[in-house]
């Protein structure tokens, strides 16, 4: 069992930045991949980030060079540094875990509470 905890969701102005962050704690050995994913309403769930164990990183083509994953092994911790937010950055989002090149909602296998991000103009 692999316990995910998110927080850094909150309210910004168009052009501001939050970084949101993701405590990992159990059986976090038994995942490969950890990944950031949102939701707005109305819409599905989507990728945006993701980062293996050897370093490969993904992006959505929404968020590429806009956000950043970035982890830390050493306190378990995954990080969204999110800068340049646009309205429709607006997104409930989700830390996940699951196995090598999980990117899609079904692809992984554990996930946190989610955390609210609201970017106005």
Request: one cysteine or more.
């Amino acid at each position: 069992q692999v316990l995910l905890a998110e927080s850094g969701g909150g309210s910004v102005q168009a052009g501001g930045s939050l970084r949101l962050s993701c405590e990992a704690s159990g059986y976090i050995y038994s995942t490969i991949c950890m990944g950031w994913l949102r939701q707005a309403p109305g819409k599905e769930r989507e990728g945006v980030a993701a980062i293996e164990t050897d370093g490969r990183i993904r992006y959505a083509d929404s968020v590429k060079g806009q956000f950043t994953i970035s982890k830390d092994n050493t306190k378990n911790i995954l990080y969204l540094q999110m800068d340049d937010l646009k309205p429709e950055d607006t997104a409930m989002y989700y830390c996940a875990a699951g196995p090598r090149d999980s990117w899609f909602p079904s692809d992984f296998r554990y996930w946190g509470q989610g955390t609210q991000v609201t970017v106005s103009s």
